[in-house]
């Protein structure tokens, strides 16, 4: 099996070589202010909406979304031989004409995570992994009364996501909780609500991360055991996510309340803040890595970064701008090197397309992500770093 970067490699790309068009890819370059420059390849050039949340080795795992208002999610795999659907038959109720849904959220080597929910779910979300088909998919075990969850990230290894359970007397839903699984048995480890909800979201190296609840969300550090939890809460923040580890460092991101002036009549409000943050195990030790401002965007200012997947030196994620924060056809796809340094992924973008997000990054430095049009649509798509001139 070849993979996405393969089919890149044999020569400089300006537009859509024979071989990508026959596997239904479309790749673009185009010209970047850095030294660091990306072919585009989209993976859903005809299907449209698409996600592509996770990369390994030239695979890139994720969804393509279908039905109104692209609710209808299919598990899938993209690689240079062409697209596989990974959605679990099980979830499709076939006598009413009832499709379920599905997502790969990350894959690892052989293994690939996400969710599930349909016939055999009570149409509820449930924690899933995959190797490779839509038949091998299998629902992992949660140890306690529960209404569903989600797995978010493997390393091949271990497995986190999270889990809903019931309140005291089962009535309705009760807090969420961090879980952990390991790939090779399955079996589950509950690391626990933190005292009023949390949630796992990246893996690596032994740790795991995400957040607990503390009135706020609060980035969060565990080593395999709900009581070796370390809140990493930046000082000064309001609030603060981990959505990845290497074992050693954490990525995520944390918000800040600051008093702004707004115009007179109005006086002065507070505006909350999202800085790109990395830690190495500590709160004190939160380094804030936002754009001031992205390199290949002089004179853009962006109010708002996230730092979401990492891998050897390279970080990745999203920024965007305040006016159109929450907009996500118009955040910029970011990734950083080993000094921080930025470069917005937006400047390889093929004419149509207004934003990004990056949201994995394999070893070989090629990324993974969405590119979205004006009216929302969003595409698969994966950043192949091009060899040094």
């Known amino acids: 099996m070849r993979t996405i970067k393969e089919i890149t490699a044999s020569r400089p790309i300006a537009f859509a070589t024979p071989l990508l068009l026959a596997l239904g890819l479309s790749a673009l370059m185009c010209s970047n202010l850095n030294a660091q420059t990306y072919t585009v390849v989209d993976l859903t050039p005809d299907a449209g909406n698409g996600v592509a949340t996770g990369i390994t080795g030239g ?18 795999l993209w690689d240079a031989t062409g697209t596989a659907d990974l959605h679990p038959s099980s979830l499709d109720d076939v006598v009413n004409g009832v499709s379920g849904r599905s997502s ?72 969420t909780h961090a879980m952990l699984w390991d ?5 589950p480890v509950d690391l626990g609500d933190g005292g009023n909800g949390a949630q796992a979201y990246g893996v690596g190296g032994g740790q795991q991360v995400g957040y607990v609840i503390k009135s706020q969300a609060n980035a969060a550090l565990w080593r395999g055991t709900s009581k070796s939890l370390v809140v990493l809460q930046p000082n000064g923040a309001t609030m603060s996510v981990a959505n990845a580890t290497d074992g ?12 702004v002036r707004v115009e007179a009549a109005k006086g002065n409000k507070d505006a909350r803040f999202y800085y790109a943050t990395v830690w190495t195990g500590t709160a004190a030790s939160a380094i804030n ?90 595409h698969a798509v994966v950043w192949v770093l091009n060899p040094a001139q």
Do not use: C
């Not at 695979?59 to 899938?76: K, P």
């Not at 894959?107 to 924690?127: D, E, I, M």
């Not at 790939?183 to 079996?187: D, F, I, N, S």
């Open 248 to 259: 050693t460092r954490q990525v995520g991101y944390a918000g800040y309340d600051v008093r």
């Open 289 to 378: 890595i936002h754009p001031y401002p992205v390199n290949n965007l002089p004179g853009v200012a962006l109010s708002h970064s996230y730092a979401l997947a990492m891998n050897g030196s390279l970080i990745v994620g999203y920024a965007g701008d305040q006016s159109k924060f929450g907009t996500p056809a118009y955040s910029h796809a970011i990734v950083w090197d080993a000094n921080y340094q930025s470069v917005d992924l937006n400047a390889f973008l093929p004419e149509g397309f207004v934003g990004a997000q990056a949201l994995a990054v394999d070893a070989d430095g090629t990324i993974s992500g969405f590119m979205a049009k004006a009216d929302g649509t969003r």
């Open 104 to 175: 790969l959220l990350d894959n690892s080597g052989s293994l690939q995570v996400g969710w599930g929910a349909g016939a055999s779910t009570a149409n509820r979300a449930v924690p899933m992994l995959w190797h490779g088909s839509g038949d091998s998919a299998t629902t992992l075990a949660i140890p306690f009364t529960n209404v569903g969850g989600q797995a978010q990230a493997t390393d091949g290894n271990q497995i986190v996501g999270y889990a809903t359970g019931l309140n005291k007397d089962g009535t309705a839903f009760g807090m």
């Open 183 to 187: 790939a090779a048995t399955g079996t």
């Open 59 to 76: 695979v890139a795992a994720g969804y393509t979304a279908g039905g109104i208002y692209g609710s209808l999610t299919r598990a899938t």
